[in-house]
């Protein structure tokens, strides 16, 4: 049940792209993406749902694809504030509120 | 608008003491929910309320009960605690809407000696 995310970690400069991928063997109602410091809690991005909609948040964006059962987050000209771990949450259902969490991908950006 | 507090944010235990850790939040959300996070694991769901009288186990259920108190407060009891616990506990909660966020607390840091 649990979503696989890949890549497990990514190193990039200050201005590059990266694409960080979830993806679950079930049907999946809802996709969340977070970011996450060191010493933090998880902080939300951004929510898509079953429809495969895309959303942007900045030069932050991610789509759903519902065939695939797959959503990406897309991080466009990085910033050393993107640096952190990245998790995708899946909700199978909507009606039971049940979030599980893919392993993370840690994004490190250095100058 | 203190959000999801957990308290406490750190606690040492021996192994076989009990404790609970506390969760309240002031957003009216209906869901709750408790996870640990240990290094290369991520967030494993302990336990969850979808809504106020309602409690299910989650992947990591083992060792642990919950209750939820009220629609603000969810708590995590350990009754006997093991080694195997040590572990950051995040509490979070969330609106009744499918596209509704989690909030996060801000954790609490457990050691089991």
């Known amino acids: 049940q649990q979503p696989v995310q890949s890549p497990q970690a990514v190193i990039l400069r200050e201005g590059e792209d990266a694409v960080i991928n979830c993806s679950s063997s079930?049907?999946?109602?809802?996709v969340h993406w977070y970011r996450q410091k060191h010493g933090e809690a998880p902080v939300f991005l951004m929510i898509?749902?079953?429809g495969g909609e895309q959303k942007g948040h900045d030069k932050i964006s991610a789509s759903f694809n519902e065939k695939k059962q797959q959503s990406s987050l897309y991080l466009t000209a990085s910033q050393l504030s993107y640096s952190g771990t990245y998790f995708c949450?899946?909700?199978?259902?909507?009606?039971?509120?049940?979030?599980?969490w893919g392993l993370g991908t840690s994004l490190a950006v250095n100058p | 608008n203190a959000g999801v507090t957990q308290t406490p944010k750190f606690q040492v235990l021996k192994t076989g003491q009990s404790m609970t850790l506390q969760c309240a939040q002031d957003?009216?959300?209906?869901?709750m929910y408790w996870y640990r996070q240990d290094p290369g694991m991520g967030l494993r769901l302990i336990y969850y309320?979808?809504?106020?009288?309602?409690?299910d186990k989650g992947e990591v259920p083992n060792g642990y009960n919950v209750s939820r108190l009220n629609k603000r407060e969810f708590s995590l009891r350990l009754e006997s605690a093991a080694p195997s616990q040590t572990s950051v506990y995040f509490c979070?909660?969330?609106?009744?809407?499918?596209?509704?966020?989690?909030?996060f607390g801000n954790g609490t840091r457990l050691t089991v000696t």
């Open positions: 979070a909660s969330r609106a009744g809407q499918s596209n509704s966020p989690l909030h």
């Open positions: 957003m009216n959300h209906n869901s």
């Open positions: 309320s979808a809504s106020e009288g309602t409690t």
């Open positions: 079930k049907a999946l109602y809802s």
């Open positions: 898509l749902l079953k």
């Open positions: 949450g899946t909700e199978m259902d909507g009606n039971n509120r049940k979030l599980i």
